[in-house]
């Protein structure tokens, strides 16, 4: 009869084994996937913010060409105004 018990027992040990076996490849499997998701959020919120990288540094641009259009046109009527001071300096010397 103990030799029956310990087939038992050795049965009972090997199927408890083997159930966390398969408990661990499962949760091992499951990690995987959600760990697979979580790359494919992250890759997306990466395009997302990069998209968004892209359109500020356009913006950027095209905020630099304004400012320097302006520059540009300030320059011209700083010139205008330098050349229109000198001319009156000629015209009337006493002002």
Known sequence: MSTALIIVI????VLLLAAMALTAGR???RT???G???ARARG???QRRNRRADELEAEAQRFAREA???AEAADAERSA????AT???EVDPDR
């Open 32 to 34: 995987q996937r959600q």
């Open 36 to 38: 697979r998701v979580e």
């Open 44 to 46: 997306a919120e990466a």
């Open 68 to 70: 320097e259009r302006r």
């Open 87 to 89: 001319r009156a300096r």
């Open 27 to 29: 949760r091992r499997a």
């Open 81 to 84: 105004a330098d050349s229109h």
């Open 10 to 13: 050795i049965a009972v040990v």
